[in-house]
């Protein structure tokens, strides 16, 4: 007897992990299929259809305000680019650097490229580990290099801070964005590209912190940003993690913070960042908490949410887009959750009522957007 799989099976495993409505149909009736009870297809699509029936307002409802907050970014974009010309957006990164030939790096390093020519970031920092095996000299170089390539000028400051033998963990990141005077603050993941949406950061209220979920690698990305990625891979599509409405899936991950770095600096205590364990097995070395750890992102902002209470937190990326920079082998470290003595925050997702509110207060009271 064969022990080669049915199609049927094979397709049943595929849509387990799907979201649209045809998909959800289709794995009822391989439910039915595999298990042979018609009661199984009937369960499902009563469900379904209960389910659909008192959900679908309040999706279509966070739909039309998508693209109301959508067609509100580009008619207050630029004009709004005049209003905060002298506010200053301060681009904090860790950059782990190595002679090993790695595809990613390549990633990294056009992203930084595509964000020191982004024409509303004022500066990017680069804290380089590891920078005894190549020095800031030598990455400065580098992107000065692979810019003259694309015939692209800097339009942000280029800083690059040497730390030896040591990976830098999110304390030292927090840590250093408390030396850039009068500046709006966001400390990203490395491979993370903005596009102009960024420009509404420089609008942040003070008492608010934001984070970003990827929008990922797409079709969506624009032409000119897409001219930063390295030709010489191929086009592949990355993970949007932040998720449409219709997926009923949570923003439980991300890449970006911004925020007032003074704001925080109660949260900003390399205690507050000590990892004490893992879900499996202890760390010896009781190591800080690095952005490269699964679930790391969630418990350093649950250290900020304990020791700087007063900060509201929101998940932004429906307003403010993140581009990913990642089509190639992954280099988080093969450990399990993190331990720390604070527990885990998920910000909450931005409304569109909130976004005007906050960040178009005269505009929300002004201005009347057309919905379709």
């Known amino acids: 007897m064969s022990d080669k799989p049915s199609i049927h099976s094979i397709i049943f495993k595929y849509l387990l992990d799907s979201n649209d409505d045809i998909s959800f149909i289709l794995k009822s009736y391989l439910y039915t ?3 042979g009870n018609m009661i199984f297809f009937f369960y499902f699509i009563s469900i379904w259809i209960l389910f659909r029936n008192s959900y679908n307002k309040k999706v279509d409802k966070i739909i039309r305000n998508q693209s109301k907050y959508t067609l509100l970014n580009e008619i207050t974009l630029e004009r709004d680019h005049n209003v905060n010309g002298n506010t200053r957006l301060t681009l904090i990164n860790t950059y782990w650097i190595t002679e ?3 595809k990613h790096r390549d990633e990294i390093e056009m992203a930084m490229l595509s964000n020191l020519h982004n024409k509303y970031i004022s500066e990017v920092v680069v804290l ?5 095996a190549r020095d800031c000299s030598t990455l400065d170089r580098t992107l000065k290099a692979r810019g003259i390539k694309l015939n692209k000028k800097r339009r942000a400051k280029f800083t690059c801070v040497p730390n030896q033998r040591r990976q830098s963990g999110y304390y030292d990141l927090f840590n250093y964005s408390t030396r850039v005077d009068d500046s ?3 400390l990203s993941n490395a491979d993370q590209v903005f596009d102009d949406s960024i420009d509404i950061a420089r609008r942040l209220p003070p008492g608010l912190l934001i984070t970003l979920a990827t929008r990922g690698f797409s079709s969506h990305v624009s032409e000119n940003l897409k001219g930063y990625y390295p030709k010489e891979y191929p086009f592949k599509i990355v993970k949007d993690r932040c998720y449409r409405p219709r997926c009923y899936r949570p923003r439980k991950s991300w890449d970006s913070y911004i925020f007032r770095p003074q704001e925080i600096s109660d949260a900003i205590q390399p205690e507050y960042f000590r990892v004490i364990g893992w879900r499996k097995g202890m760390n010896e070395n009781n190591e800080t908490l690095f952005m490269n750890v699964p679930g790391a992102e969630n418990k350093a902002l649950g250290i900020i949410k304990k020791y700087a209470p007063n900060i509201k937190m929101f998940q932004g990326c429906d307003f403010i887009r993140s581009w990913h920079f990642h089509q190639y082998k992954k280099t ?5 959750w993190p331990k720390l003595k604070t527990g885990s925050y998920r910000a909450p997702d931005m409304t569109n009522k909130t976004f005007r509110s906050v960040f178009y207060p005269v505009h929300s009271e002004q201005e009347s957007i057309p919905v379709n």
Do not use: A, F, R
Request: cysteine-free; glycine content about 0%.
């Open 33 to 35: 299929y595999k298990y």
């Open 100 to 102: 090993k030939k790695i």
């Open 128 to 132: 380089l580990d590891n920078s005894v």
């Open 332 to 336: 988080h470290y093969k450990k399990s």
């Open 184 to 186: 709006i603050v966001i």
